[in-house]
């Protein structure tokens, strides 16, 4: 979705080096991703904190329709996982999105095992989905494996929070092929048949492509091909992101209030004397 609005490979790239491109200026995670211009708010790892915020931002667009008639209506939109759903921050965003009648689309993907626990250990309910009526809200459940479902049902919940001023739950419903991250090993609490099985079966990037075929839009070749190329695109943006330089490191205490407080200052003259006393270089090195 970020790439969808503009997000380019050496955005992707700056932020996964941490290099002085970087728009969060190396103080974030890789994929971590966070483009004001986009209207992308930052990725965050605690699970769950950024639905109750994205509540908070539906209810500010609300407002600012209320105050000038004239504005433009939008909505927020919040991804998750079921994982996430199980925090106190989904279930106080879903009453506050509820209560207060917001425009915003809950995404929940469900890919069935979180990290690295079977929803059968999970919860007891038929999955997301059926806990947005005791909420009061509107929900649809999709094959999150099918790129034309999602589309369709995205646009028709955002066309109903618009019209309603309410929020929609959707829970997509798909499977993650890979680990959780590099230090997860999935064989540890699932079958590695069941992932070669979603690998051939339900891999929505193959669907796609056997759709493109079935209709004469794409060849195996012209796949092949794309495949390829933006394969070469992303190693040419890895290198030039790991070729360039870090964020100074003045740009620690920026960004984090509009004027830096006491405490902060303080902070800041500690670390240029520890660099001044040791002959460290604005970018960390040993000089």
Not at 222 to 247: C, F, H, N, T, Y
Not at 266 to 276: A, C, F, P, S, V
Request: charged fraction near 25%; aromatic fraction near 10%; hydrophobic fraction near 35%.
């Amino acid at each position: 979705m970020l790439m969808w609005r503009g997000f380019s490979l050496d955005q992707f790239c700056n932020q996964c080096f941490s290099n002085d491109l970087d728009l969060g200026r190396g103080r974030q995670m890789p994929i971590h991703y966070g483009c004001r211009a986009l209207n992308y708010q930052t990725v965050s790892s605690p699970l769950g904190t950024q639905i109750t915020q994205a509540v908070g931002a539906s209810y500010k667009f609300k407002l600012d329709v209320i105050a000038n008639p004239e504005k433009e209506a939008a909505i927020s939109i919040v991804y998750f996982g079921e994982g996430a759903a199980s925090t106190i921050d989904f279930h106080s965003a879903c009453n506050f999105a509820a209560t207060l009648k917001v425009p915003m689309i809950f995404f929940c993907r469900n890919n069935g095992y979180a990290i690295s626990t079977p929803v059968e250990d999970q919860y007891a309910g038929d999955g997301i989905v059926s806990r947005a009526p005791g909420y009061g809200m509107a929900a649809i459940r999709v094959d999150g494996n099918d790129l034309f479902a999602v589309h369709a049902a995205v646009a028709q919940a955002r066309k109903h929070a618009l019209e309603t001023s309410s929020p929609v739950m959707i829970e997509a419903m798909t499977y993650r092929e890979g680990h959780h991250s590099t230090s997860d090993d999935s064989s540890r609490y699932r079958d590695t048949k069941e992932v070669e099985t979603a690998k051939e079966v339900s891999d929505p990037l193959v669907r796609f492509n056997s759709f493109l075929k079935q209709f004469g839009w794409m060849s195996d070749e012209d796949i092949a091909s794309i495949e390829d190329e933006e394969r070469q695109s992303v190693l040419d943006a890895m290198k030039k992101a790991e070729g360039r330089p870090k964020p100074n490191i003045s740009t620690m205490f920026e960004d984090v209030y509009h004027e830096k407080p006491p405490s902060l200052v303080r902070q800041e003259q500690d670390l240029l004397r520890h660099i001044k006393k040791f002959k460290i270089s604005q970018e960390g090195d040993i000089v």
